[in-house]
C-alpha cells in the first residue's frame, strides 16, 4: 500500500496560482497517479493523471491551466494550478495504482488503490 500525503494548499484570489504537491512513501515514477477533487455536494471528479511514460490526461475544466507532473527526486506528484476560478474551490485528493499506464479509465475513482486525505484550496471571487 502506498501513503501519500498531499500539502501546498490555501486560499487564493481568482486569477492566481497555487502548485500542490503529493509526497509518495512507492517510487513514484512506476505508477500511474492522479489528482482529483470534491467540492460540497458534489462528487469527486478526475483533475489530472500521469503515466510511467509521462503521458499526461486532463479534465477539459483545467485543460490548459494545470499541469501534472513528477518530482522523481523528492518522490512526489505535483499540480501547477494557473488562473484558478471559484469553481476550482474544492478538496484534492491525490491517487495512484499499482500500473504504469493509466489508461483510457484514468479519469475513474475505482481506478486508483491509494489515496490522501485531502487538502483545501479555495479560490474567491
Known amino acids: 500500500q502506498v501513503h501519500l500525503e498531499e500539502s501546498g494548499g490555501g486560499s487564493v484570489q481568482a486569477g492566481g496560482s497555487l502548485t500542490l504537491s503529493c509526497l509518495s512513501t512507492?517510487?513514484?515514477?512506476?505508477?500511474?497517479m492522479a489528482w482529483f477533487r470534491q467540492a460540497p455536494g458534489k462528487e469527486r471528479e478526475a483533475v489530472a493523471a500521469?503515466?510511467?511514460?509521462?503521458?499526461?490526461n486532463y479534465a477539459d475544466s483545467v485543460q490548459g491551466r494545470f499541469f501534472i507532473s513528477k518530482d522523481y527526486g523528492k518522490n512526489t506528484l505535483n499540480l501547477e494550478m494557473n488562473n484558478l476560478k471559484p469553481e476550482d474551490t474544492a478538496r484534492y485528493f491525490c491517487?495512484?495504482?499499482?500500473?504504469?499506464?493509466?489508461?483510457?479509465?484514468?479519469?475513474?475513482?475505482?481506478?486508483?488503490?491509494?489515496w490522501g486525505q485531502g487538502i483545501q484550496v479555495t479560490v474567491s471571487s
Open positions: 512507492k517510487h513514484v515514477p512506476r505508477y500511474c
Open positions: 491517487a495512484a495504482v499499482a500500473a504504469f499506464w493509466c489508461g483510457g479509465g484514468w479519469s475513474g475513482v475505482g481506478r486508483y488503490d491509494d
Open positions: 500521469i503515466d510511467k511514460d509521462e503521458r499526461r
